[in-house]
Each structure stands twice: as structure tokens, then as C-alpha cells.
């Protein structure tokens, strides 16, 4: 059944990528370009080759050299987010283009009749037909030889086909079989084409700079570094004594071929800055291997709390080898809970691995990390993703720290993180168990953010108690 699934979400990607390719093709090269020239060859040849390299940069198995991983992220993970920009920049095009045609054609009917005014009473000649030849500019007809962009009129107002002589082209004159000389196109004809170019190339030239400005904005966004958000969560079973506790929540690091140990270095000193009481990292800190990417995680090693470091895995970390990265981690200090718990002043912590692992031997177990316990006392639960907040409930947790959801990190992504999960970002309480979920300190594939800044959470702990 989950090999069923699979396939369809498969072709369903795939339609969905290789149609909005077709879409950007047709708006931004087939409308824009003259049949023949260099453009159009280019934009073509572009709008194959990258849906290519951004399907094999998605679908890079873990074995794969660093290197050549690397060199396919970068374009193949970059152009995802400019193609969805581009896409929605286009789709708010087809309302601007008839508007803007509107206006264009008012504006030269406004012209001509001015200049009829002006002419009136004078002695005019017997109106000619002007044969301009149709072009690939916007402002001027092209010369004799080039061809129209497609859809465009030809000489004798019929879609130009292709095979068909482009306009301006010399027929030969006479004799057998001998194609008769086409009609020449007149002047209006001719700005309407004008006018139809300009609105393409306008609509073309104004999506591509909102995407390309969108994600350099977004891509800083990442390369900056985390925000660090405070907030305050009171617990009913915490003593007045214990209150003040600080965790600094941290989620989604996504170490890569594209955010490596710099990006990590970040994190941990943003987060020793803020001179937390214990830092949770609550799932998906890699993409790829130890092998590979083991030296960019070291800077955990850094990480500095009065009660220590903890981390439970994420749905990631099950793509490859979740025991390895467990081992790795606990060797730079850092204290992994596989279904498991340990006290705190006032609270217990316990953490659950991912829910993905269901149906392994790493499937999470709520009753190992959370039964037995003191239930007079608070407890708060590291889990990855949001949706294991009914278990928490089931088994009486106070708090719930996750994250997985990125906050949505490209916008309109927030909607679709919303479908399926129960918070997207915040705190939100469920019965007696408050879920806080951190949008991440990282970023998943393309390294941008729209909508959806990064952060590292400081929840500290209040008391509810007189």
C-alpha cells in the first residue's frame, strides 16, 4: 500500500514539475522570443536541463561523493524556489496582461485621434497599406529574414506556422509551383503585435525579478543565522523554587552539502548567548552521513548548559543511518533520549524518537520515556513533529517541544505545513498538554526562507503555584 502511495505522490510531483515548466516556457520564452534565434534556443534548453538537475539533486542517494552531491544542490535545490516565484509571479500576470493591453491600446487610439484632429480640413491622401515586416522587438518591426514570435500574425493575419517563410523573407517570383507573393500586413496590425510583445516581455521581465529578489532575501535570511524568540510557559505542577528553568529549543539544523559547518557554528553560538539552563534538539539536525558530514556537525561539541545538551531524532535522520548519527552525537557531548528520561529540578525530561520509525526497532514508546513515573511532577516531552502531541496527552505530559514543521519556510508552504500538522508554529495548548513548535533553525533542501525566519526558542519555565 505505501509503495502505491509512494508512486502516485511520485507522478504527481513529476506532473506538477514538469508542467509548471512548460508554463514558465511558454510565458517567458515561446511569447517573448522569435522561432529560430538564440533566446528562444537558450530559454529551451534551460527549461529541460533544470528540472533535470533539481530531480537529481532530490533524488541523490546518501552514497553518493560530497562533491558531486554538492555540485548538484546548489542549482538543483536553488532553482526550486525561483521556479515557484516565478510561477506565481506569472499566474498574477495573466491578470495584469489584459489591463496593461488596455491601457496600450486606449493610449494609441487617444494618439490617433489627436492626430486626426489636427489633419482636419487639410487635403490628405487615399490611406495605403504600410507593409511592416513583424519582429521580435517590442518598439520596432525587425528586419527582412526574421521571424515573428510564435503566435504572432504573419503578413496576411493567419498565425505564423512552423516550416512557413518567415515574414520578410523574399518568395521567388514566377514560374511553376511558385508561392504567391502574401499580403502585406497593415500598420495596426502591426502595433497590435508590437503592443502584445511588449506586455509579454514587461509581464516576463517583472516575474523574473520578483522570484530572483525573493529568494536572494530568503537565501540571506538563512545565511544570517537564527533569531533568538523568549517565551514563557507556566506549568501547574512546577514549584515556585523551580521556576525561571530556561531550554533552549533547538530544531530542523539540517547540517548539508549546502549548510555545513559554518551554518552549524552559527547555531551554537546564538545559542550559547543565550546562556540557556539546557538546550533540547529536537530532531532532523542532518541530511547525509557521518561520513559526510560528521565534521560539520562538530561545533555541537561547543554547546554549553548548566544541565547539559539533549536531542531525540527526526524524520531525517531515519533516511540514512539513525544509529550512527545517535553514537556521533553522544561522542560530542551531546546526550540522545531514545525513549527515555532524566530529571530535572522540578520536571522530568523525557524524549521520544520519531514517529517515522514506526513498525522498527526504533519505533517511539511513550510507556519506556514516560511510564513510571512521578506524575506529581511536571514533565516535558522532546518529539520531532507536532503530530505526536495526542500521545502526550494520552500519557499526561505538561509540555511538548518540536519542531519539523519549518513554520511552512516558503511561503505559501505555512498553508500546506497546516494540512498536516496540528500547529505550524507557536504555542497552543491541547486539554491539559501545551505544544510550543519552533520553525527551525535551518532549512530543507533550497537554503531560503520566505515567510518563515528561522529561530532558536528560549521557554522558560513558570510556576502556576501561589
Known amino acids: 500500500m505505501n509503495i502505491v502511495i509512494g508512486a502516485a505522490f511520485l507522478l504527481v510531483a513529476l506532473g506538477l514539475l514538469g508542467g509548471s515548466h512548460y508554463y514558465v516556457w511558454r510565458r517567458t520564452v515561446r511569447d517573448t522570443t522569435a522561432r529560430g534565434g538564440w533566446p528562444r534556443r537558450v530559454g529551451t534548453v534551460l527549461c529541460v536541463v533544470l528540472p533535470l538537475v533539481s530531480f537529481s539533486a532530490l533524488s541523490a542517494r546518501r552514497g553518493v561523493p560530497i562533491e558531486l552531491e554538492r555540485a548538484l544542490s546548489w542549482p538543483g535545490y536553488m532553482w526550486l524556489p525561483v521556479l515557484l516565484y516565478l510561477v506565481l509571479g506569472l499566474l498574477v500576470g495573466e491578470v495584469v496582461r489584459p489591463l496593461l493591453l488596455r491601457v496600450l491600446r486606449r493610449r494609441a487610439q487617444r494618439a490617433a485621434g489627436s492626430g486626426n484632429a489636427e489633419g482636419a480640413g487639410a487635403e490628405t491622401a487615399p490611406a495605403a497599406r504600410v507593409p511592416v515586416p513583424v519582429g521580435a522587438s517590442a518598439d520596432d518591426p525587425a528586419p527582412a529574414g526574421t521571424a515573428a514570435p510564435e503566435g504572432a500574425p504573419s503578413r496576411n493575419g ?14 521567388p517570383d514566377g514560374g511553376a509551383g511558385a508561392a504567391p507573393q502574401a499580403a502585406p500586413q497593415t500598420a495596426p496590425q502591426t502595433a497590435e503585435v508590437s503592443r502584445r510583445l511588449f506586455v509579454s516581455r514587461t509581464v516576463a521581465v517583472a516575474a523574473g525579478a520578483v522570484a530572483v529578489a525573493t529568494v536572494g532575501h530568503g537565501t540571506r535570511t538563512v545565511f544570517r543565522g537564527p533569531t533568538v524568540k523568549r517565551i514563557t510557559v507556566p506549568l501547574a505542577k512546577l514549584a515556585p523554587r523551580d521556576a525561571g528553568f530556561r531550554i533552549a529549543v533547538v530544531s530542523d539544523i539540517h547540517i548539508s552539502p549546502l549548510l555545513g559547518r559554518a551554518h552549524t557554528q552559527r547555531i551554537v553560538d ?16 542532518v541530511d547525509g552521513s557521518v561520513q559526510n558530514l560528521g565534521r560539520d556537525a562538530e561545533p555541537l561539541a561547543q554547546l554549553r548548559a548548566r544541565h547539559g545538551s539533549y536531542f531525540v531524532t527526526g524524520n531525517h535522520e531515519y533516511f540514512g543511518d539513525a544509529g550512527e548519527w545517535v553514537d556521533f552525537v553522544r561522542e560530542l557531548g551531546v546526550h540522545p533520549l531514545e525513549n527515555a528520561r532524566v530529571e530535572m529540578p522540578g520536571f522530568d525530561l523525557a524524549g521520544v524518537n520519531d514517529v517515522s520509525a514506526e513498525g522498527t526497532a526504533d519505533a517511539p514508546d511513550y510507556g519506556a520515556a514516560l511510564g513510571d513515573r512521578d506524575t506529581s511532577r511536571a514533565s516535558v516531552l522532546l518529539a520531532h513533529q507536532p503530530v505526536m502531541i495526542h500521545e502526550a496527552v494520552k500519557h499526561g505530559v505538561d509540555l511538548q517541544l518540536s519542531g519539523h514543521t519549518h513554520g511552512g519556510q516558503l511561503w505559501p508552504g505555512n498553508l500546506i505545513a497546516g494540512l498536516a500538522n496540528p500547529t505550524v508554529a507557536g504555542l497552543e495548548r491541547y486539554g491539559d498538554t501545551q505544544l510550543y513548535v519552533s520553525r527551525g533553525a535551518g532549512a530543507w533542501g533550497p537554503p531560503v526562507r520566505v515567510g518563515a525566519p528561522s529561530d532558536i526558542t528560549v521557554v522558560e519555565l513558570a510556576s502556576l503555584r501561589a
Open 270 to 285: 546564538a545559542v550559547n548567548g543565550t546562556q540557556p539552563d539546557l538546550v533540547a534538539i529536537v530532531g532532523d539536525l
Open 158 to 171: 493567419t498565425p505564423a506556422r512552423d516550416g512557413a517563410a518567415p515574414d520578410g523573407a523574399a518568395l
